[in-house]
């Protein structure tokens, strides 16, 4: 990762090289933190930040689920992450805010442990790669199973919960893959490591039913960009056999953005090429991302 100048932590910047917890931290021992991914991208008027209301939204809805009350009002927090990256002096980059059970007693009960909030940017290009966003990527189905609802709160980006995800990411690796698909407890597709899954059949868009997923932000673009473009998307059950004989398959994410999936277990996805539902909805998600498409100027908060 390249160091830049500035981390804002709890309300006040400071050096890259100073951004420090002790180590006696809640988060660090239990994983008593929630947190986003948003990205700023350039625009031909300046910087702007992506979705970044809704970000924020997911961000209190989660630390309502976790019962840790932000000491910080919504504003505050989109002040800190626009002086953030003001401060970095960025065109583009990605956001990590993220709030934790900090310094205090050591137990499993966070309640008497205070809450820190710490905001950081960095430039980041595509998760993988360039490459793979064009061409597309190889995906595994994991080993591990997508945390249980009532054992997780899948609706909250909690740290917890990214351990599952570390692991099927390495699994997925070692085997040779790109990147993880999870199952759920019941067998049907979840999403991957850290993204959303959808797939096209007979020029249908499916994804998996919300209950076992985390509720993306890109997940949400996609849906919304491909029903104005008149594409009919389906909330469903999905089972690997779908995937595997699936016309297209991508992911959709902050950090993926919309990524090709070109194969599955060793099976080829359609043509075992990015196809051209999957160019379409890339090519109207980074128009609107970088301020080309005035449909969805109200998903852009300009610096």
Same mark, same amino acid.
């Given at each position: 990762?390249?160091?830049?100048?500035?981390?804002?932590?709890?309300?006040?910047?400071?050096?890259?090289?100073?951004?420090?917890?002790? @180590?006696?931290?809640?988060?660090?021992?239990?994983?008593?933190?929630?947190?986003?991914?948003?990205?700023?991208?350039?625009?031909?008027?300046?910087?702007? @930040?992506?979705?970044?209301? $809704?970000?924020?939204?997911?961000?209190? $809805?989660? !630390?309502?689920?976790?019962?840790?009350?932000?000491?910080?009002?919504?504003?505050?927090?989109?002040?800190?992450?626009?002086?953030?990256?003001?401060?970095?002096?960025?065109?583009?980059?990605?956001?990590?805010?993220?709030?934790?059970?900090?310094?205090?007693?050591?137990?499993? $009960?966070?309640?008497?442990?205070?809450?820190?909030?710490?905001?950081?940017?960095?430039?980041?290009?595509?998760?993988?790669?360039?490459?793979?966003?064009?061409?597309?990527?190889?995906?595994?189905?994991?080993?591990? +199973?997508r945390t249980y609802v009532n054992s997780g709160s899948p609706r909250a980006k909690t740290s917890a919960n990214y351990l599952n995800s570390s692991l099927a990411k390495?699994? !997925?690796?070692?085997?040779?893959?790109?990147?993880?698909?999870?199952?759920?407890?019941?067998?049907?597709?979840?999403?991957?490591s850290g993204e959303n899954i959808f797939y096209v059949k007979d020029g249908v868009i499916f994804t998996p039913h919300p209950y076992s997923i985390l509720l993306g932000i890109t997940r949400d673009? @996609?849906?919304?960009?491909?029903?104005?473009?008149?594409?009919?998307?389906?909330?469903?059950?999905?089972?690997?056999?779908?995937?595997?004989? !699936?016309?297209? !398959?991508?992911?959709?994410?902050?950090?993926?953005?919309?990524?090709?999936?070109?194969?599955?277990?060793?099976?080829?996805?359609? +043509?075992?090429?990015?196809?051209?539902?999957?160019?379409?909805?890339?090519?109207?998600?980074?128009?609107?991302?970088?301020?080309?498409?005035?449909?969805?100027?109200?998903?852009?908060?300009?610096?």
């Amino acid at each position: 990762m390249q160091e830049l100048e500035k981390i804002w932590i709890n309300g006040d910047l400071v050096p890259w090289k100073e951004a420090k917890v002790h @180590v006696l931290t809640h988060a660090l021992h239990y994983g008593t933190a929630i947190f986003e991914g948003i990205r700023c991208y350039k625009t031909n008027s300046g910087p702007a @930040v992506f979705r970044l209301q $809704d970000h924020l939204k997911r961000l209190y $809805d989660s !630390a309502h689920i976790v019962r840790m009350a932000i000491p910080y009002s919504p504003e505050e927090l989109e002040k800190g992450i626009i002086d953030t990256i003001k401060a970095n002096k960025l065109e583009e980059c990605y956001i990590r805010p993220i709030v934790f059970r900090g310094y205090g007693e050591m137990g499993i $009960d966070p309640s008497s442990c205070g809450v820190d909030c710490v905001i950081a940017v960095w430039r980041w290009g595509a998760y993988m790669g360039e490459k793979g966003i064009k061409e597309g990527i190889r995906a595994k189905i994991s080993s591990y +199973t997508r945390t249980y609802v009532n054992s997780g709160s899948p609706r909250a980006k909690t740290s917890a919960n990214y351990l599952n995800s570390s692991l099927a990411k390495v699994e !997925a690796k070692d085997l040779g893959y790109d990147e993880a698909i999870l199952l759920d407890i019941n067998g049907f597709v979840s999403e991957g490591s850290g993204e959303n899954i959808f797939y096209v059949k007979d020029g249908v868009i499916f994804t998996p039913h919300p209950y076992s997923i985390l509720l993306g932000i890109t997940r949400d673009t @996609v849906i919304k960009i491909a029903r104005k473009l008149g594409m009919e998307v389906k909330e469903t059950l999905c089972t690997r056999d779908d995937l595997y004989l !699936a016309d297209e !398959a991508f992911f959709t994410g902050t950090a993926a953005e919309i990524t090709p999936i070109i194969e599955v277990d060793g099976r080829t996805i359609g +043509t075992g090429k990015r196809g051209e539902i999957t160019r379409l909805l890339q090519e109207v998600f980074f128009r609107a991302a970088k301020g080309e498409e005035p449909d969805y100027e109200s998903w852009l908060t300009k610096l």
